[in-house]
């Protein structure tokens, strides 16, 4: 990533910020990443940007609550003001699994929870994936696991 894109991401992100404040979220920058902490009420999530392939915004853990919902229409809001286009990140939402990739990275939540990041193939490149994982979003617990359907492990057994 150019320089000048980091610097405009960042700036990008600290008028995101800033708007989140001006309606009570709390909001803390992670040292040497395109990621911030946000949380009101108890309830945390991480606004980062996600690199190519991806680039685009992201907020996690990527769920359907409605304050999550709310911070999206804050983001995309401030977004559309600070480029003056319209724009929508892309955020992925109760897709179906797709399990003809079977090694899966997913995200380890609080209380036994797990949200499924990505899909690969073949544990190599789910590997190579959890490794630009761990090093854009360092606070974030990420597993490999080759995951079967429900389905499959009810006939096996």
């Not at 769920?63 to 600070?82: A, G």
């Not at 997913?106 to 036994?112: A, G, W, Y």
Request: proline residues 6%.
């Amino acid at each position: 990533m150019k320089h000048r894109d980091w610097l405009r991401l960042k700036t990008e992100g600290e008028q995101i910020c800033s708007r989140l404040r001006q309606q009570n979220y709390q909001c803390h920058k992670q040292t040497r990443r395109l990621t911030w902490k946000i949380s009101l009420e108890g309830t945390s999530y991480l606004l980062t940007w996600q690199p190519a392939p991806v680039n685009h915004w992201s907020l996690i853990p990527n769920d359907t609550t409605p304050t999550r919902e709310k911070l999206m229409h804050v983001i995309q809001n401030t977004l559309n003001t600070v480029t003056g286009e319209d724009i929508k990140t892309y955020q992925r939402i109760e897709q179906p699994e797709d399990f003809s990739r079977p090694w899966a990275i997913v995200r380890l939540l609080p209380n036994l929870r797990r949200y499924t990041v990505a899909r690969f193939h073949n544990r190599t490149d789910a590997q190579d994936h959890l490794r630009i994982l761990n090093r854009f979003i360092p606070v974030a617990e990420f597993e490999v696991l080759f995951d079967t359907p429900p389905d499959l492990e009810e006939e096996e057994n």
